[in-house]
């Protein structure tokens, strides 16, 4: 697993990004209303909102910390 986001590096952000463009994907919620469908079940759309925002949050998290670092 620390091999596919050594690969991914820099790019998580834009992967989740271009996904959101997709409209057959549909219109995507925040992260917190993707987590709270995911757990009250659903069809595979849900499962699929909720993978593209825990992606958009670890791929801005990591930017974040990436850009941390760079100042000190």
């Known amino acids: 697993m620390g091999k596919l ?4 590096n820099g790019w998580k952000t ?3 990004y271009i996904l959101m ?6 219109n995507f919620p925040g992260l ?3 987590i709270q469908n995911a757990l009250a079940g659903g069809n595979r ?5 909720l993978a593209i925002q825990i992606l958009l949050a670890v791929g801005v998290s990591h930017r ?3 850009n941390i ?3 000190k």
Do not use: R
């Open 64 to 66: 974040v910390v990436k």
């Open 32 to 34: 917190m209303t993707a």
């Open 45 to 49: 759309q849900v499962y699929i909102e």
């Open 21 to 26: 463009q997709i409209p057959d994907l549909g």
């Open 69 to 71: 670092n760079k100042e």
């Open 14 to 16: 834009i992967l989740a």
């Open 5 to 8: 986001f050594e690969f991914l």
